[in-house]
């Protein structure tokens, strides 16, 4: 059974930083891609990172720059550095894991909350 189990998330004041880790299993994390989405209150879920097999990260326009995605294979975890978190970065974080049949999977969610 595929599990996602996200952490880290919490309350931090605007230009602080928070490390979110996402631990899976159930599948061979070696070989999937990771992704990061976020959902806002009163929005839809979006992208935010994602990291491929091999390493090679992507970011969303909002917060590149600001995050940063990696991988530990040996510990089936991923991780997503935040750094300067704004206000607007205000949301619960999801990690996610698609296999071969296009099937999603997700975490329950981590809650960040930035204060001004």
């Known amino acids: 059974e595929v599990q996602l189990v996200e952490s880290g998330g919490g309350l931090v004041q605007a230009g602080g930083s928070l490390r979110l880790s996402c631990v899976a299993s159930?599948?061979?994390?070696?070989?999937?891609?990771i992704g990061w989405f976020r959902q806002a209150p009163g929005k839809e879920r979006e992208f935010a990172a994602h990291?491929?097999?091999?390493?090679?990260?992507s970011y969303a326009d909002s917060v590149k720059g600001r995050f940063t995605i990696s991988r530990d294979n040996g510990k089936k975890t991923v991780y997503l550095q935040m750094n300067n978190l704004k206000p607007e970065d205000t949301a619960v974080y999801y990690c996610?894991?698609?296999?071969?049949?296009?099937?999603?999977?997700w975490g329950q969610g981590t809650q960040v909350t930035v204060s001004s």
């Open positions: 996610n894991v698609r296999d071969r049949t296009y099937t999603n999977y």
């Open positions: 990291i491929t097999s091999y390493g090679l990260s």
């Open positions: 159930g599948f061979t994390f070696d070989d999937y891609a």
